[in-house]
Every structure is written in C-alpha cells, then in structure tokens.
Nanobody
C-alpha cells in the first residue's frame, strides 16, 4: 500500500521560510517523479514543483520560481519543499504526489501523478 505523508506545515509570517517533507512508503521511491501541489479555498489544486527520479531535474510554477526549491533524498524515501520569502498568497494545503512516468508536457496536471498524500496546511500571515 502506497503512503505519502507530508509534514512541516504551519503558521509563518510573510517573508519567512518553511520546509515541507513528504515521506513515501510502499513504492520504489527512486523510480518515481515526485511533485508538490497546493490548494486554497479560493483556487483549484495547482502545481507547485516537481523533481525527476534521480533528483537531477526540477520544474516550478512561475509563481514560486526563485523562492521555492524541491529536492529529494532517495536513501530516505523523502522529498522536500524548501519555501523562502513566503507570501500571503502561498497560504494553502500542500500535497505531495508521486508519478511513475516523466512527462515532458502536462506534468503540471493532476493526471500525471498516481498517488497523493493527505496534505499539510501552510498559513502565511501578512
């Protein structure tokens, strides 16, 4: 049974930083593309970042580029999202996702990922 468990969310002031973690089990982690998505009450779930199976390539949404960094540790079956210079509009539930294929297009869609975590809340106060 595949499980993705996010942690590290919380309340932070605008301009601050948080690091999210997602621990995976029940899959061969090192072969999966890992992604982060987020959803707020006023928006649909949106793509944030993804990283390929080896960790050598990553992609970001324009809204977070230069502020967020995705990384992974295949020895620990964990993917991270370092979030810096947080803004009020980054407030959302953040979800970890795993996909078995590396897509060159449409990788920012939910259909590119097979497994999802339960999410962790990030609240940025202005």
């Amino acid at each position: 049974q595949v499980q993705l468990v996010e942690s590290g969310g919380g309340l932070v002031q605008a301009g601050g930083s948080l690091t999210l973690s997602c621990a995976a089990s029940g899959l061969t982690f090192s072969t999966y593309v890992m992604g982060w998505f987020r959803q707020s009450p006023v928006k649909e779930r949106e793509f944030v970042a993804r990283i390929n199976s080896s960790g050598g390539r990553s992609d970001y949404a324009d809204s977070v580029k230069g502020r967020f960094t995705i990384s992974r540790d295949n020895a620990k079956n964990t993917v991270y999202l370092q979030m810096n210079s947080l803004k009020f509009e980054d407030t959302a539930v953040y979800y970890c996702a795993a996909g078995s294929r590396y897509y060159y297009t449409n990788y920012d869609t939910r259909s590119a990922y097979s497994y999802w975590g339960q999410g962790t809340q990030v609240t940025v106060s202005s």
